[in-house]
């Protein structure tokens, strides 16, 4: 059996990379989504985690149970192991990857298809400031995030994210046709 596809979805803060994700795992049950471990208490207006404490997060780092992890805005992210030997086994799996993170997705994951979602900048303030999570000065500080690029060499498409859900989760079906196939 040949390897699976890991997708990896990045994007801006607000881009709706939760919300693409899930109308993915709807429509193609093949692909099941991760569910990472944050270092973050549960929301349940946000994305479904496996909330974990920093301290109990650096013990799981020092013993393996993470194939991926890394740090942004001030908490800790963690793609469990075993999602790496189920892409081995020939499954594909969708997660919400860091920009940062990518280059070590690519050396972890021999097939690796980076989903960029982007939309415009002012969809993306209305969007942070809908989720009453942070400052305005915090989300000034994502949207000038926002168009940072991502490192070269990745197997990327992109799509744009500023209409309705389903016509955003049609052209991501589409552009992940190679993976479903």
């Known amino acids: ?43 349940p207006d946000g994305e479904d985690h496996e909330p974990m404490t920093p301290d109990a997060f650096s013990e799981s780092v020092a013993r393996g149970a993470f194939c991926l992890h890394w740090d942004a805005h001030g908490l800790s992210y963690g793609i469990p192991a ?31 298809l980076v989903l960029h979602i982007t939309a415009a900048p002012e969809v993306l303030a209305a969007r942070l400031a809908g989720r009453g999570r942070e400052s305005a000065d915090e989300i000034a500080g994502r949207l000038a995030q926002a168009p940072r690029p991502l490192p070269p060499g990745l197997n990327v498409v992109t799509i744009v994210n500023d209409g309705p859900l389903d016509d955003t989760v049609t052209r991501a079906l589409a552009a992940i046709q190679p993976v479903r196939a």
């Open 1 to 43: 059996m040949s390897d699976g596809w890991l997708i990896a979805v990045v994007g801006p803060s607000g881009v709706g990379k939760d919300s693409v994700m899930a109308g993915i795992a709807t429509r193609a049950p093949g692909i099941r989504p991760v569910r990472r471990v944050i270092t973050r208490a549960p929301d």
């Open 82 to 112: 075993p999602v790496l030997a189920d892409v081995r086994g020939g499954a594909n799996r969708l997660a919400n990857l860091s920009r940062g993170v990518l280059r070590q997705a690519a050396k972890v994951f021999p097939r690796l």
